[in-house]
């Protein structure tokens, strides 16, 4: 970084300073009787004199009796000396460096968080601002900062000028001004320390996410059909939504407890509601003349916006699908989509890294993981349907508790998808009952558990933390075309007596069904179809061995001799009695039909 000295004294010291400005030739002054004139002399004194210092420095020169007209041998200064002249060089320089620097850092900080997000400036550009503001501080600090340092008794060494014109003072004089301004820079460095180095680049993403956030609001509207659109966030420290991009709706504030969008951001869930008048969110004095638009709410399809560890960013709203009586499942992806995008968008504020993970662990999860959709829509309304599932399913089999586990076989665990009654949980796939159903592919049915070898007090007496003393357990399969075990369902304590043979049917029905929609859409058609390939596969070889058996019966039809030698002609005429059903002799000999002439 070009750095300026910050006034000519500290390059030349105060003598060279007052000798620059003071129009006095010291020459003149040790030798009155030059050709100098003695007026002009005088006059020359009597203006110097209007400066107390000049006072001060005459005296000094005089005192060194510094004759410059007269050679005479430069006495080389001390080492002792040379050190303080570097110094007395440095310290001015490690001022000004601190004060360069820290002006610079603080003025380009507040600049590039300011102007540079309002007008669109670049941080060089802030940079260059924090630097011309920190030189004009210089031009008017630099008398300050040695006038400090004199203060503090820094002072050069008493040298003739002369022995000041050496080389190796000057040498001395220039290594402490360079060692104070690299000292002093790396000082004035400390604002670094408080100030938040990422906060100009967030400010400049998340002006350019407002831009994004109401071009992606105006097209949803477009895109799905709806009167009005609009992006809410939650602020987590005041526990409320407020808007951050909207279309056909002014802005305003909610608290996080109100309302489907407050539902949605609490739970993670999207609700698509064909009449919110039906529900229980509805509020005549909020959803008449929505927030004075003049628009009454009917239709609502709201979706979260779920960021890294499931934590719910915001929500996307659209109100009243045009044409319809609500929003389609395809309105639903295609919202679902856009959050997905959104949450990485928002993620990215915080560092790139972050959501480029975020994405790709969501892509590791459908890929490993069984009835894992990279759509968040999907998802949701698999584990909804799936816990519909498991409430009749435990009320047909009047358990007192059911379970739906996933496999993961990269981690070898099991993990709760969705659970009734019982908490999420996570256990090795090797592991008890549901363990022995993995690896066998077999359903298990326990009458007594504490009689059973898979007993175990310290998980059974108190299940999962629930106070469930476990006493019979039906555990079952759930399988991919594949025969690969995906999932176990496990219901736990029949009331008033054990799981039958009857329940194990039902449960092995619902596992069918839960199988074909945990491996996705087309899963049954592709189970038709490689059941009617096989089926073709197997009426071809039927159809060859009847062939075969049609030929030797027709042979033996014919060959009334039994020497195995008939005409093409005869053969023919008993094939077509057969095929006709006519049937003349009995003879069942397994003659093959390669002896046909």
């Known amino acids: 970084m070009w750095m300026r000295p910050p006034i000519a004294g500290c390059v030349r010291g105060r003598f060279r300073r007052w000798n620059t400005t003071t129009p006095v030739r010291l020459s003149?002054?040790?030798?009155?009787?030059?050709?100098?004139?003695?007026?002009?002399?005088?006059?020359?004194?009597?203006?110097?004199?209007?400066?107390?210092?000049?006072?001060?420095?005459?005296?000094?020169?005089l005192e060194r009796g510094d004759d410059v007209n007269e050679e005479t041998h430069v006495e080389t200064p001390t080492l002792n000396q040379l050190q303080k002249v570097a110094l007395a060089a440095s310290l001015p320089f490690i001022g000004f460096g601190i004060l360069d620097n820290c002006l610079m850092i603080i003025c380009g900080e507040w600049i590039d968080t300011t102007l540079c997000v309002s007008m669109g400036f670049t941080?060089?550009?802030?940079?260059?601002?924090?630097?011309?503001?920190?030189?004009?501080?210089?031009v008017f600090s630099g008398g300050v900062v040695e006038d400090l340092a004199a203060q503090w008794g820094v002072k050069a060494p008493r040298l003739t000028r002369a022995q000041e014109e050496l080389s190796v003072t000057r040498s001395y004089e220039r290594i402490g001004q360079l060692f104070g301004v690299v000292l002093g820079c790396l000082i004035g460095m400390f604002p670094l320390l408080f100030i938040d180095a990422r906060k100009a680049e967030r400010l400049k993403r998340e002006r350019a996410l407002d831009e994004m956030y109401q071009t992606v609001?105006?097209?949803?509207?477009?895109?799905?059909?709806?009167?009005a659109a609009i992006l809410m966030l939650v602020d987590e420290e005041t526990n409320q939504l407020y808007t951050r991009a909207r279309e056909n709706i002014p802005e305003f504030r909610c608290h996080i407890e109100e309302g489907i969008k407050g539902a949605v951001a609490r739970s993670g869930n999207f609700m698509n509601v064909e009449d919110v008048r039906e529900t229980p969110y509805f509020s005549a004095k909020r959803h008449i003349n929505y927030q004075g638009t003049g628009l009454t709410v009917v239709s609502v399809l709201c979706m979260p916006i779920i960021g890294?560890?499931?934590?719910?960013?915001?929500?996307?709203?659209?109100?009243?699908?045009?044409?319809?009586?609500?929003?389609?499942?395809?309105?639903?992806?295609?919202?679902?989509?856009i959050c997905s995008h959104i949450s990485t968008a928002?993620?990215?504020?915080?560092?790139?890294?972050?959501?480029?993970?975020?994405?790709?662990?969501?892509?590791?999860?459908?890929?490993?993981?069984?009835?894992?959709?990279?759509?968040?829509?999907?998802?949701?309304?698999?584990?909804?349907?799936?816990?519909?599932?498991?409430e009749e399913v435990t009320s047909a089999l009047h358990a007192e508790a059911v379970q739906l586990l996933i496999v993961d076989r990269p981690s070898k665990t099991l993990y709760t998808r969705v659970s009734e009654n019982l908490p999420e949980s996570r256990c090795p796939i090797d592991q008890g009952i549901m363990g022995q159903v993995v690896s066998t592919g077999e359903a298990v049915n326990v009458h007594n558990i504490v009689e059973s070898p898979y007993f175990d007090d310290s998980r059974h007496s108190d299940y999962l933390g629930t106070g469930i003393a476990v006493d019979n357990i039906l555990c079952h399969p759930i399988t991919d075309s594949n025969g690969n075990v995906i999932?176990?369902?496990e219901a736990i304590n029949k009331k008033g007596g054990t799981f039958n043979s009857s329940d194990m049917a039902f449960v092995n029905a619902v596992a069918s069904h839960l199988a074909l929609n945990m491996q996705g859409p087309g899963t049954s058609l592709k189970s038709i179809l490689r059941m009617m390939a096989h089926h073709q596969q197997g009426t071809a070889r039927h159809d060859e061995a009847a062939i075969k058996q049609l030929l030797s019966?027709?042979?033996?039809?014919?060959?009334?001799?039994?020497?195995?030698?008939?005409?093409?002609?005869?053969?023919?005429?008993?094939?077509k009695r057969l095929i006709a059903g006519e049937r003349v002799g009995m003879h069942h000999s397994r003659t093959p039909p390669d002896k046909i002439i």
């Open 487 to 489: 999932a176990v369902i």
């Open 28 to 61: 003149a002054l040790q030798n009155p009787d030059s050709d100098e004139s003695r007026e002009q002399l005088a006059e020359q004194i009597r203006e110097a004199m209007k400066d107390p210092a000049c006072l001060s420095i005459i005296k000094d020169e």
């Open 123 to 138: 941080t060089m550009a802030a940079a260059a601002l924090g630097n011309t503001i920190s030189d004009a501080g210089g």
């Open 346 to 390: 928002i993620s990215s504020v915080d560092g790139s890294e972050q959501a480029f993970s975020q994405t790709m662990n969501l892509c590791a999860r459908s890929l490993k993981n069984t009835g894992h959709r990279l759509n968040s829509a999907q998802n949701r309304r698999m584990d909804f349907l799936f816990r519909l599932v498991l």
């Open 217 to 227: 609001l105006e097209g949803v509207s477009d895109m799905l059909d709806a009167d």
């Open 308 to 337: 890294p560890d499931d934590r719910v960013f915001g929500v996307v709203e659209v109100i009243n699908k045009r044409g319809a009586s609500m929003f389609s499942e395809k309105d639903e992806d295609v919202l679902s989509a």
């Open 553 to 575: 019966s027709a042979f033996d039809e014919v060959d009334v001799n039994g020497d195995g030698v008939i005409s093409k002609e005869e053969f023919e005429a008993a094939a």
